[in-house]
Nanobody, 124 residues
Framework: QVQLVESGGGLVQAGDSLRLSCATSGRTFSRVAMAWFRQGPGKEREFVAFITWLAGDTYYADSMKGRFTISRDNAKNTLYLQMNSLEPGDTAVYYC?????????????????WGQGTQVTVSS
């Protein structure tokens, strides 16, 4: 099992920045890639970005490119999401997820483990 705990969410104004963290523990050696997803009110879970854990290769959803940055600290077993120039449309619960495969990393169904989520609210 892999345990994931997100933190760093909150209420901010449009244009502000936030950094989310996802602390991982447990059988982390099985983790090949990690990602951030989000789910806004009344919406389906949406892919944000992923990173391969060893190589650090990253990929972003088009709407997040240039504003969001995914990264990881191997020593701390922690995943991050730096979010800049936040917009009201970014309001959602943000989830981190871990996968033991590098296939289809943009799909929620690929991921074996999920955190409980952290709320991000952006006011206009």
């Amino acid at each position: 099992q892999v345990q994931l705990v997100e933190s760093g969410g909150g209420l901010v104004q449009a244009g502000d920045s936030l950094r989310l963290s996802c602390a991982t523990s447990g059988r982390t050696f099985s983790r090949v890639a990690m990602a951030w997803f989000r789910q806004g009110p009344g919406k389906e879970r949406e892919f944000v970005a992923f990173i391969t854990w060893l190589a650090g290769d990253t990929y972003y959803a088009d709407s997040m490119k240039g504003r969001f940055t995914i990264s990881r600290d191997n020593a701390k077993n922690t995943l991050y999401l730096q979010m800049n120039s936040l917009e009201p449309g970014d309001t959602a619960v943000y989830y981190c997820a871990a996968s033991n495969t590098v296939l289809n990393l943009h799909r929620p169904t690929t991921y074996n483990y999920w955190g409980q989520g952290t709320q991000v609210t952006v006011s206009s």
